[in-house]
């Protein structure tokens, strides 16, 4: 069994690569920077998906894959997807796993708005794109055989800037306390008390959606839930949070959750050990002064 | 300027519950348009705002979305053009269909939601770009300027973002966050039901469908929490949450 893979980070192809590996794939790894791969076509960066989704139909042609892989990145997905209907082929994105028997692979995904895990098989050949931080695979050892490559210069469309994002090292991941701030909170200058808490703790701060990406108060990569960050620390405090789906997943792992709301009804109830029902102003300075 | 939305009715996610023994939801409750498709929409407005012309929403799906669809009517569209047989949603056959209605009529740009809230999966842009062998600015969360035959769009990516620009026509993928949807009026919902809508069959358009995968299982994670409900006084409670705080840490 073959795999072509594609990402366009090095880590996120690294894991995908193990995780195909411990498959039993023979792994076919396209790339901007050295990883590991059985076979490794070793490439100079490009972003367009034009010129990446013709070097994956170029590679699929000559290898003849059964599973072609990405990394559900943005990226990823417009490129599995664009590359899938020129095959005319099933895609599967934000894959969470990925399990093999016989000529056919099952996957795992949140669908109905993170309410569910939907479980998926599909006969091979398919295209998949995998949430490379969820993946988990052990170290393996490749064959890597390195050729350069060269990708073919065919943008459909004209880049006229890009600029990285400015990225904070937010170590929420590795965390073990972390408070969690929704739009309970009234104005941004009211960040300052959860900041107290979060010093007192020594926490890394995360937030829901409408925090990061309609108010911008705190950075996108703060944000927890489906489309941002999924935690496990050991104790995760979440204030003025409603508990929405869309963010209850990204702490689903947390081994111990206290909420406060004023709301007792909130669906963040269900999500939590302790569930404080009162006035984040008023309980917030007394706990500081607490701890 | 012809702009053709590509808009997706969903499950009204906040009316899906799940049974406590089984963990399955429970998919009876009424459907709406998608959040992400009144952004298209939205910008669609904006666009026929300022240089005129007209906006027709696209669709597939249930019988129910003869009704959902007014929802696009109301918002602005002017007319639509949907497939109500089409229950089988496959992203594949979703573009297939999607592309068929829109061959039908020439359209200067293709606007849709970069996903959908229920599934995420986020392929529809690409799938429909590719089937009509047009260009895709995907991830759109400003659409800078739209002129005769070109649009510059900027791209909110994971790491970075980018200024592009393509010929028209184009297909455009637009974020939850580069708009706020307008809120139809009464008087707009009773206009709504006036408007065109072309309600096409699958065998209308010549296809067949079939699915490529299999639902093996759908359920709502396992989650476990003690869900211990602490009311009181502010100091009083704080007193409690600290003591918590200090068993788990």
Redesign the interface.
């Known amino acids: 069994m073959k795999a072509l893979v594609f990402a366009e980070k090095a880590d996120h192809l690294n894991r995908i690569s193990s995780k195909l590996k411990e498959l039993g794939f023979e792994v076919h790894a396209l790339s901007f920077a050295e990883v590991n791969a059985d076979f490794l076509y070793l490439a100079g960066p490009k972003?367009d998906?034009?010129s990446i989704t013709a070097a994956i139909d170029m590679l699929s042609n000559e290898i003849r894959p059964d599973l072609v892989v990405f990394s559900s990145?943005?990226?990823g997905?417009?490129?599995?997807?664009?590359f899938?209907?020129?095959k005319?082929?099933?895609?599967?994105?934000?894959c969470l796993d990925l399990q093999l028997s016989d000529s056919s692979i099952?996957v795992s995904r949140?669908?109905?708005?993170g309410?569910?895990?939907?479980?998926?098989?599909?006969?091979l050949p398919a295209v998949v794109a995998l949430v490379a931080d969820a993946i988990e695979s052990k170290e393996q050892s490749f064959q890597m055989n390195v050729r350069e490559f060269q990708i073919p210069d065919s943008p459909?469309?004209?880049?006229?800037?890009?600029?990285?994002?400015r990225?904070e090292a937010v170590g929420l991941k590795e965390a073990?306390?972390i408070v969690v701030v929704g739009r309970g909170l009234r104005k941004e200058e009211d960040l300052k008390l959860v900041k107290e808490l979060a010093k007192k703790?020594n926490a890394e701060i995360g937030c829901t959606r409408p925090l990061s990406?309609?108010y911008r108060w705190l950075p996108e990569e703060r944000m927890i839930g489906?489309?941002g960050e999924k935690v496990s620390p050991?104790?995760l405090?979440s204030i003025g949070v409603s508990g929405q789906?869309q963010h209850a997943?990204g702490i689903?792992n947390s081994?111990?959750?206290?909420a406060?709301n004023t709301d007792?009804n909130a669906p963040m109830?269900?999500?939590?050990?302790?569930?404080?029902?009162?006035?984040l102003y008023?309980?917030l300075p007394?706990?500081i002064?607490?701890? | 300027m012809k702009i053709a939305v590509c808009v997706k009715e969903i499950?009204n996610?906040e009316q899906?519950k799940?049974v406590r023994e089984t963990?399955e939801?429970i998919l009876d409750v009424p459907k709406k348009l998608d959040d992400l498709s009144r952004n298209a929409l939205e910008e669609a407005i904006k666009i026929r705002e300022k240089l005129g012309g007209e906006i027709v929403a696209i669709s597939a799906g249930s019988p129910e979305l003869r009704k959902t669809i007014k929802e696009a009517l109301a918002m602005g569209a002017d007319r639509a053009a949907i497939v109500t047989d089409f229950t089988e949603s496959?992203?594949?056959s979703a573009?297939l269909v999607l592309s068929r209605i829109l061959e039908k009529d020439s359209y200067d740009l293709i606007l849709l939601g970069d996903a959908s809230?229920?599934?995420?999966?986020?392929?529809?842009?690409?799938?429909v770009?590719?089937?009509l062998d047009l260009?895709?600015?995907?991830?759109v969360s400003e659409i800078r300027e739209v002129s005769d035959g070109k649009i510059?769009c900027v791209r909110d990516?994971?790491?970075?973002?980018?200024?592009?620009?393509?010929d028209l026509p184009?297909v455009v993928s637009v974020t939850?966050?580069i708009n706020e949807p307008r809120i139809p009026a009464l008087k707009d919902i009773l206009k709504a039901s006036k408007k065109p809508v072309e309600n096409f069959s699958l065998q209308d358009l010549g296809i067949e469908i079939s699915r490529?995968?299999?639902?093996?299982?759908?359920?709502?994670?396992a989650?476990d929490?003690?869900?211990?409900?602490?009311?009181?006084e502010?100091?009083e409670?704080?007193?409690k949450?600290?003591e918590?705080?200090g068993r788990?840490?």
């Open positions: 972003y998906y034009a990145t943005k990226l997905k417009e490129v599995s997807s664009r899938a209907q020129r005319n082929m099933t895609c599967i994105t934000e099952t949140y669908s109905l708005g309410k569910t895990v939907t479980k998926i098989r599909t006969h459909q469309i004209r880049t006229v800037s890009r600029e990285e994002k990225r073990d306390v703790l990406h309609d489906l489309s050991k104790l405090i789906i997943v689903m081994k111990t959750v206290i406060i007792e109830k269900e999500h939590s050990d302790y569930f404080i029902v009162g006035d008023e309980i007394e706990l002064k607490n701890l | 499950y996610l899906v799940i963990r939801p496959s992203p594949e573009a809230s229920d599934d995420y999966s986020g392929q529809m842009a690409s799938r770009a590719e089937t260009p895709q600015i995907t991830f510059t990516m994971d790491d970075y973002i980018e200024v592009v620009e393509s184009c939850n966050e490529s995968y299999e639902i093996v299982e759908n359920l709502a994670p989650v929490r003690k869900q211990e409900v602490i009311e009181g502010a100091a409670v704080a007193g949450i600290a918590i705080i788990e840490v």
